[in-house]
């Protein structure tokens, strides 16, 4: 999901992957979308894993002048699943960045459960950095604090120096080092 006010697609973009730099070996990005994370994130990784849902938004992002270099990158490979589903099939601590950009807590819970969590972590290599975007939903009207509860779950599913990164939206963490799934 891309903030729509005061910034552009891509310098949205780029505040993510700032906060996990340098953005490098093996890359998962969760949730495709218009492609702009995996696409940026290919120009310093040696390869990009994208897992989109829906395979209509694939072909949006075909028809999207922005989104060419998702399809032609040799960097990017793209997987069509729920990535909830997906996950438990890729191996362990496979990449060294992860950036989990879903969808709203009310259009995709699971994405944001500690089970998901887990398989984030088993992913993730020791040392390896997430970005967890999280916006702010319900902050200004009901007191929710989103970052703060996924920094939670994080911390339960194992992550260590869970930080919250107001300039991108999210919460960063890592999964320690010696640390097995």
């Known amino acids: 999901m891309h903030r729509t006010k005061g910034v552009t697609p891509w310098e949205d973009t780029e505040s993510k992957l700032a906060a996990i730099r340098p953005v490098i070996g093996r890359v998962l990005d969760c949730t495709t979308g218009l492609g702009y994370t995996a696409i940026l994130a290919s120009r310093t990784a040696a390869e990009v894993v994208t897992i989109e849902r829906d395979p209509n938004v694939l072909v949006v992002a075909r028809e999207n002048p922005w989104s060419r270099e998702l399809f032609e990158s040799p960097r990017i490979r793209q997987l069509v699943g729920d990535a909830s589903e997906v996950l438990p099939t890729l191996p362990a601590a496979s990449f060294d960045r992860v950036i989990h950009d879903p969808p709203t807590l009310a259009l995709a819970g699971e994405l944001y459960g500690l089970a998901f969590y887990r398989e984030l972590f088993r992913v993730l290599r ?23 509860s996924v920094g939670e779950r994080l911390r339960e599913a194992g992550f260590v120096n869970v930080r919250s990164r107001p300039e991108a939206l999210g919460v960063t963490s890592e999964r320690p080092r010696g640390r097995t799934a």
């Open 126 to 148: 020791p040392g390896g950095k997430l970005f967890h975007y999280t916006g702010a939903p319900g902050s200004r009207h009901r007191g929710r604090d989103l970052p703060a």
